[in-house]
Nanobody, 124 residues
Framework: QVQLVESGGGLVQGGGSLRLSCAAS????????MGWFRQSPGKEREFVAV????????DYADPVKGRFTISRDNAKTTVYLQMNSLKTEDTAKYYC?????????????????WGQGTQVTVSS
């Protein structure tokens, strides 16, 4: 199986930036799609961004377009989420997920493995 470990979360002022990392290990990630999701208390988990390891395609949720950038380092088997111009509504626990088969997807149920998450808190 695949193990995913997120890091880089923390407390930041509105308008600031954070860079999240997702380190993958275990089964090879060749051809795997990697995604970021987030969830805040009392709300459902929502899609944030996705990237394909082999194809290089990306997609973003409307609320983060123009502010967040997803990328990957194949040699390090690591996926990143650069978050700029952060808003208080971005406050949530951010999860990294991997999809074994298929192309990029915004549907959380298409993903097979999940990390434990990293907390991002944006103050006013």
């Amino acid at each position: 199986q695949v193990q995913l470990v997120e890091s880089g979360g923390g407390l930041v002022q509105g308008g600031g930036s954070l860079r999240l990392s997702c380190a993958a290990s275990g089964r090879t990630l060749s051809g795997y799609t990697m995604g970021w999701f987030r969830q805040s208390p009392g709300k459902e988990r929502e899609f944030v961004a996705v990237i394909s390891w082999r194809g290089g395609g990306t997609d973003y949720a409307d609320p983060v377009k123009g502010r967040f950038t997803i990328s990957r380092d194949n040699a390090k088997t690591t996926v990143y989420l650069q978050m700029n111009s952060l808003k208080t509504e971005d406050t949530a626990k951010y999860y990294c997920a991997s999809r074994i088969l298929g192309t990029v997807s915004s549907n959380q149920y298409d993903y097979d493995y999940w990390g434990q998450g990293t907390q991002v808190t944006v103050s006013s």
